[in-house]
């Protein structure tokens, strides 16, 4: 199993870089590819960003690399999710820390998620209620 940096990511899927993008698929092609939540994240800001990428455009690039054989990734469910929440208006990035660390540590209870931010606050009541938020 091989692990990417997000460049090889980007280049897979905008294929900008002719030379990089063929090396990228041919890596994709020949080897299990392990992609990392933090890269899915970089990846995301880097194509909303700097490509001007929609966001229903990158979730589905997301989904489509993350549905390749042969591609693996840590907790595929809260990645899931995430794209889920994203594309109901979220921030993937918020969207992300969210359900990356709503059962850190001990027990089951979902961890309560502490922001500034009151417009996360309101969409993560609507579009992930079970997982509950505060301000500090």
Avoid at 5 to 21: I, K, P
Avoid at 94 to 105: E, I, T
């Amino acid at each position: 199993m091989v692990v990417i940096d997000t460049n090889v990511l980007v280049r897979l899927l905008v294929n900008d870089d002719a030379g990089q993008a063929r090396r990228a698929r041919a890596l994709f092609e020949r080897e299990q590819v392990f992609i990392s939540p933090t890269v899915l994240l970089e990846s995301e800001w880097v194509l909303r960003s700097a490509y001007g990428l929609a966001s229903a455009r990158i979730i589905g690039l997301l989904r489509a690399v993350l549905g390749l054989p042969g591609v693996t990734t840590d907790r595929p469910q809260a990645l899931a999710e995430a794209l889920d929440a994203c594309d109901k208006g979220l921030d993937f990035a918020d969207a992300l820390h969210m359900l990356l660390s709503a059962h850190a540590g001990p027990g089951d209870r979902p961890r309560v998620f502490y922001s500034f931010d009151i417009r996360l606050r309101q969409r993560a009541a609507r579009h992930l209620p079970a997982l509950p938020t505060a301000a500090p």
